[in-house]
């Protein structure tokens, strides 16, 4: 069994005390690190599963610890305290997040106790290991659910979905499932990126395969990881899988973090040209949050243009939000690009991101993300009165007379999904 072992990084003798003594009272092992030379030596001798970090830290600071965390390669479950003002504290865990790092969020300052305890025992709960993670993806253990998109049939004006986000899970047989963000970060820093995208590519594919089989036309997005964009031979052996699967290369949509980082532009540029001449389209994914944006709209071949949930989620409060995802969409419709918002929850952002003319919409007001087989019951249920009451309060009628595919075609409601339950 797993030893759970916390570090805290504080440099106020009482207060590491009353932490250590919370966290000791839920099987923590505990050592407490004052500075950033007792981090490393913390990293080294104690190897941690779990981190809490105050971010004042005297002689440094918590961003300086989050930069020397993820420069050590941890694998540690990192939790912010402090920081005056909220958006602080969401800097920090984002720019961790960025970093590799497996955040679990922040707490202000100060601290109380129940809180402190719930999130240190949902750490406990989360508590794997990266050979665990191995063992799972060689096993074909994990799951892929997918996450309807909902978009405007440009010939009816009727609502449809048309695709859908293909999204991992893990069903641990201690820790219940794990979420992606949860695993990506360790699967990135060990080198299991590459195969677990091989691993969604082929499930998607043989879904969207099978979807076609019983007259669903539905597209499918995958994420990709910065390691196969930069790879010349991704194409060729993408196509290949696409042709064993029998899917035409349209209804693939590759998902391209803003965040990823590929030295050779000149690779990546010849990559996804390539991409792009085969068929397949590709999406630049959680637009806002990267640092290179602009430019690599001008230079890359990008079909689609995603706004991240953390935009769209501030636009029911934050006039600073509704002007920047305005702007976003007007973006990407002057350089010949749909946008995709991702994070619609409440009828007031939906009906924002409609008035200001996006193309496709992806979140929980639509459906969070489903098994294939209640997918397809989803589908099935679109135009039902349940459907209706969910969706009329956002201003959607759901309806199904026609639908489109990929290629823009309307085929009949028949060809889309059928009437009856799926054998």
């Given amino acids: 069994m797993r030893t759970n072992r916390l570090l805290i990084i504080d440099a106020e003798p009482e207060k590491c005390e009353f932490l250590a003594a919370a966290a000791n009272r839920l099987g923590f092992e505990v050592d407490i690190a004052r500075d950033a030379a007792d981090v490393i030596t913390a990293l080294r001798q104690f190897r941690p599963t779990a981190v809490l970090l105050d971010l004042q830290v005297p002689g440094s600071d918590g961003i300086e610890i989050l930069r020397l965390l993820a420069d050590q390669e941890s694998d540690a479950t990192v939790l912010v305290v402090g920081g005056d003002e909220p958006r602080v504290r969401e800097a920090a865990v984002r720019l961790g997040t960025a970093k590799g790092l497996n955040m679990a969020g922040a707490l202000p300052k100060p601290l109380r106790l129940q809180e402190l305890q719930n999130v240190l025992s949902d750490i406990l709960r989360s508590t ?18 997918y996450q309807p998109k909902l978009a405007r049939c440009r010939t009816t004006g009727a609502w449809i979905i048309d695709g859908a986000e293909a999204l991992l899970r893990w069903p641990h047989p201690i820790h219940g499932t794990v979420m992606p963000d949860e695993f990506i970060p360790a699967a990135t820093r060990s080198g299991l990126m590459v195969p677990l995208t091989d691993f969604v590519l082929q499930r998607s594919l043989e879904q969207v395969r099978l979807w076609q089989s019983r007259g669903i036309a539905l597209d499918v997005a995958v994420n990709i990881p910065p390691d196969l964009v930069g790879d010349e031979g991704f194409t060729d052996r993408l196509c290949a899988c696409l042709s064993r699967h029998g899917v035409e290369s349209g209804r693939l949509v590759l998902e391209i973090t803003e965040s990823a980082s590929v030295d050779d532009v000149a690779l990546l540029v010849d990559v996804m040209a390539r991409l792009r001449l085969k068929g397949v389209r590709i999406s630049l994914d959680d637009f806002g949050t990267g640092f290179a944006s602009l430019k690599r709209l001008l230079f890359l071949p990008f079909n689609e243009l995603k706004i991240d949930g953390s935009f ?22 002057r350089l010949g690009m749909t946008a995709c918002a991702e994070g619609v929850e409440t009828p007031r952002s939906f009906a924002f991101l409609q008035a200001q003319g996006c193309d496709r919409y992806q979140g929980f007001l639509i459906s969070g993300a489903l098994g294939s087989v209640d997918f397809e019951q989803f589908l099935r249920d679109w135009d ?24 823009g075609a309307v085929v009949p409601v028949a060809a889309h999904m059928p009437s009856s339950p799926a054998a």
């Fill in 128 to 145: 794997w290991t990266v050979e665990e993670l191995a063992t799972a993806v060689d096993g074909g253990e994990l799951s892929v659910v």
């Fill in 312 to 333: 769209v989620a501030q636009t029911d409060r934050s006039e600073e939000a509704r002007q920047v995802v305005s702007a976003t969409i007007e973006l990407a419709h």
């Fill in 384 to 407: 039902c009165d349940r459907a209706k009451e969910k969706l009329s309060l956002a201003g959607i009628a759901p309806e199904r007379e026609v639908a489109v595919t990929g290629d």
